[in-house]
């Protein structure tokens, strides 16, 4: 809570400090104006009770205090407004910066952190400025209470420690139903991620086609509103709660009202308390009694925010999921090899074996082919060279350094990759190509030669807007028209090839299924471009098309966790296991089709 607490407020503090100033200064006024107000109106009834005179100075005074009033509220939405949106961008900054800092996968493999994200997303954007207002509110009641409690401590200091006494049960329940409130919110986030997932498929485009054609509409509708009821009900047991919780404090506090009010009266009668001390009392009660509301409501608000902030906390301080062993060593160009030794990888404890102690040598210079049947494990094998990972047992080693030594960014600075999932960026084809070497991103003659290797220029040169062009049909594109453009699959799948073009110069080229998506001339035509392009340099080669593979220097076989067969193809021909009876297969196929 006390880490919550600090995290909060130096975000308030460092966003905008000299709206945090005004604010404060506002909140101070604000406070003070009702007590000023209830004084000058006692008295103001008081002297015309006396039939004085000389009253223009509290009726001017009076007037001043409303105008006052009626201002203050534009001036602290003005302030508080600038401050709630500063600290709302600093904090959802600080979040993704916290996000992007995770260098590995499996931060992304927890639905409890997911949650939480989404949680911190949430409460990050309001729970700081919240706070704030709440400690305002708490500020201001103070204040204004300290003011009344004088007042009533004047007239009887019993009336004063009653009306007290009286909001303590109000205080205990509020703060129990905070705590509910609190506790809850991670389980209507839950439901809110699997809310916004079913809203997505039915709003966005991508899942527009199935959606239609299985039609599938309702029930993916029917699950979102689901998820939706069920959070509903536990908001409406919430409310509930906080009902029956509140129900006999609210009713004890009007009690202690009511028999203030009738025990001042009896004192006018007695001629103890003058006309315009009963009003004094009434607004004194009155005002004591809100503004202990206003202040119960602060510390439960703020108890709450302080409880849901956790969330945003934990985040923004976690160590990194995946860790590099301190002095971190330097990585240089690869000179002698990458290797695989004995490594044992799984997801996660309660998951499978995928890598079950594979050894694999991929030497400097040398291109290689992995090939597998589905879920072999080759997609896992690069995710662990890019150190997406750890392997559970063994190593993976760059130049003989285990690359738990190697900082992450440091490793994939002398990486160029294509997944197979490769990202379709919904910018500019410019921007698509680009992003795979950022600080080069604006040499247009470098794109371009990027794409031209992918074989991908002539297509983006045609477009609309040629480069410039916005690859997406969801946003507008930089002429502010609705100019975009949505490529094929294959023409994406080039245009990620360009992305790691752009990454020329690294060390290792790993190419994971490049051309699954292209027609049989395309595949033949990016198989010669790999090859010319990476000839004298370390590549990895994945691909089911084994016509791909065969040129690779060695091709590996990875089966049952391991490295099964390991050799050029003519060995593993000869050899006449996995590969040759993959590679048999393919090729009947085609002398079956006469080809
Ligand atoms: N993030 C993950 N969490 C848990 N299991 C995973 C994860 N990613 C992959 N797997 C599992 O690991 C196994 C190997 O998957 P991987 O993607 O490495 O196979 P692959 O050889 O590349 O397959 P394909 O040829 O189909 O691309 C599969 O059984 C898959 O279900």
């Known amino acids: 809570m006390r880490e919550s607490a600090r995290t909060a407020f130096s975000l308030a503090l460092r966003a905008r400090p000299a709206v945090l100033a005004a604010t404060l200064f506002l909140t101070v006024v604000e406070a003070l104006i009702p007590v000023a107000a209830a004084w000058l109106t006692a008295r103001l009834v008081d002297g015309l009770t006396r039939g004085e005179s000389t009253l223009t100075g509290y009726a001017s005074a009076l007037a001043a205090c409303g105008i006052l009033a009626a201002l203050l509220p534009y001036l602290q939405r003005l302030a508080q407004g600038e401050l ?318 285990d690359l738990r030594d190697i900082r992450p960014e440091a490793l994939r600075e002398r990486l160029s990759v294509v997944y197979q999932d490769h990202m379709s960026y919904e910018m500019t084809a410019a921007e698509n190509i680009g992003l795979g070497d950022p600080e080069r991103a604006h040499d247009q003659r470098r794109v371009a030669e990027a794409a031209r290797r992918a074989g991908i220029h002539d297509v983006l040169a045609a477009l609309p807007a040629g480069y410039r062009t916005m690859l997406s049909r969801g946003y507008f594109g930089e002429s502010g028209k609705d100019d975009g453009v949505v490529l094929s699959g294959g023409q994406f799948q080039r245009l990620a090839l360009a992305r790691s073009m752009m990454r020329e110069d690294r060390d290792l080229f790993v190419l994971d299924e490049p051309t699954s998506g292209l027609d049989p001339l395309a595949q033949a035509e990016v198989g010669r471009l790999i090859h010319h392009h990476g000839a004298g340099r370390t590549r990895v080669l994945v691909s089911h098309r084994l016509s791909e593979i065969r040129d690779a220097d060695r091709i590996a076989v990875l089966a049952d966790g391991r490295i099964a067969e390991l050799g050029t193809h003519e060995h593993l021909l000869a050899v006449g296991g996995h590969y040759a009876a993959a590679f048999r297969s393919q090729a009947a196929g085609f002398q079956l089709d006469g080809v």
Not at 219 to 236: G, S, T, V
């Open 84 to 401: 709630a949106r500063a600290v709302a961008r600093q904090a959802q900054n600080r979040l993704f910066r916290a996000v992007t800092a995770q260098p590995g996968l499996a931060w992304y493999e927890n639905p409890d952190r997911l949650t939480q994200l989404r949680q911190a997303q949430d409460c990050g954007q309001h729970a700081p400025t919240d706070l704030l207002d709440c400690a305002m509110a708490l500020v201001r009641s103070a204040l204004t209470l300290l003011g009344f409690a004088a007042v009533l401590i004047g007239i009887h200091p019993l009336l004063a420690v009653l009306v007290a006494v009286g909001t303590v049960p109000k205080l205990l329940a509020e703060i129990r139903v905070a705590r509910a409130r609190a506790g809850a919110v991670h389980g209507l986030t839950a439901h809110q991620r699997r809310e916004v997932f079913y809203m997505m498929l039915l709003a966005d485009a991508p899942g527009a086609k199935e959606v239609r054609l299985f039609g599938i509409g309702d029930l993916l509708r029917r699950r979102m509103m689901a998820q939706r009821h069920a959070a509903d009900r536990e908001r409406l047991r919430l409310d509930v709660r906080a009902l029956l919780l509140n129900g006999l404090p609210t009713v004890i506090t009007a009690g202690v009202a009511a028999g203030g009010l009738l025990w001042a009266v009896g004192r006018v009668r007695d001629g103890a308390l003058s006309v315009g001390e009963l009003t004094l009392v009434v607004t004194a009660i009155a005002a004591v009694q809100s503004t202990l509301g206003t202040l119960v409501g602060a510390v439960a608000n703020g108890h709450q925010h302080l409880l849901v902030f956790r969330a945003y906390t934990e985040l923004v301080t976690a160590p990194p999921v995946l860790t590099t062993r301190e002095p971190a060593r330097p990585i240089g160009p690869l000179r002698g090899a990458v290797e695989l030794r004995d490594v044992w990888f799984r997801y996660g404890p309660d998951h499978p074996w995928i890598l079950r102690g594979v050894n694999l040598r991929i030497a400097a210079g040398e291109s290689l082919g992995l090939v597998g049947v589905n879920g072999a494990g080759k997609s896992t094998l690069i995710k662990l060279l890019c150190r997406f990972y750890d392997p559970e047992r063994g190593s993976v080693r760059w130049d003989g350094t």
